[in-house]
T-cell receptor, first 112, second 114 residues
Framework: DAGVTQSPTHLIKTRGQQVTLRCSPK?????VSWYQQALGQGPQFIFQYYEEEERQRGNFPDRFSGHQFPNYSSELNVNALLLGDSALYLC???????????FGPGTRLTVT | KQEVTQIPAALSVPEGENLVLNCSFT??????LQWFRQDPGKGLTSLLL?????REQTSGRLNASLDKSSGRSTLYIAASQPGDSATYLC?????????????FGKGTKLSVKP
């Protein structure tokens, strides 16, 4: 049973560029959440997708957007990258009605 | 607004010692609390989930407790091993919002010396 997978593993971008990160949820899961983890900090909630719609959003600007596909996989898009966007981006999935969240290995984004 | 604090930020113990990691939260109206382990540069591994109606959960050498009234949770690790070295994060899932919104502490970095 494959767990949560994310791609790419690492990414280096320049300020002002745009980036797309991808996540495939654990088998049987249909809800995907995205988190940003800066160095030395705990993860911060960005948004959650269920039934291809954004259901809840954390305190992140509109530069952060997402999408969920019919197969439950999800993308996180960040526009106009800033140096402060450098972080580990984590995807988590759970099944509707389930409580436990399962995290992927993350994508390390470096903005130069 | 829910805030989660973990003390201490770092802990170093000799192998074989029993230890307790602490997690406190400001809003007692939580749905559940989850403990995670994170190895350097890696994702999070779920260790234990405690529902708001439960007092504790156990898995192997790990035992997590929850006291909603005092806004505290503890993670007890018995007979620590060098392989337990990692950062341990607790996260509160609060009522009133989506069940997916976890509020994390900054973690406790544990080092177990052989």
């Amino acid at each position: 049973d494959a767990g949560v997978t994310q791609s790419p593993t690492h990414l280096i971008k320049t300020r002002g560029q745009q980036v797309t990160l991808r996540c495939s949820p654990k088998s049987g899961h249909d809800t995907v959440s995205w988190y940003q983890q800066a160095l030395g900090q705990g993860p911060q909630f960005i948004f959650q997708y269920y039934e291809e719609e954004e259901r809840q959003r954390g305190n992140f600007p509109d530069r952060f957007s997402g999408h969920q596909f019919p197969n439950y996989s999800s993308e996180l898009n960040v526009n106009a990258l800033l140096l402060g966007d450098s972080a580990l981006y984590l995807c988590a999935s759970r099944r509707v009605g389930g409580d436990e969240q399962y995290f992927g290995p993350g994508t390390r984004l470096t903005v130069t | 607004k829910q805030e989660v604090t973990q003390i201490p930020a770092a802990l170093s113990v000799p192998e074989g010692e029993n230890l307790v990691l602490n997690c406190s939260f400001t809003d007692s109206a939580i749905y559940n609390l989850q403990w995670f382990r994170q190895d350097p540069g890696k994702g999070l591994t779920s260790l234990l989930l405690i529902q708001s109606s439960q007092r504790e959960q156990t898995s192997g050498r790990l035992n997590a407790s929850l006291d909603k009234s005092s806004g505290r949770s503890t993670l007890y690790i018995a007979a620590s091993q060098p392989g337990d070295s990692a950062t341990y994060l607790c996260a509160a899932n609060s009522l009133g919002g989506s069940q997916g919104n976890l509020i994390f502490g900054k973690g406790t970095k544990l080092s177990v010396k052989p």
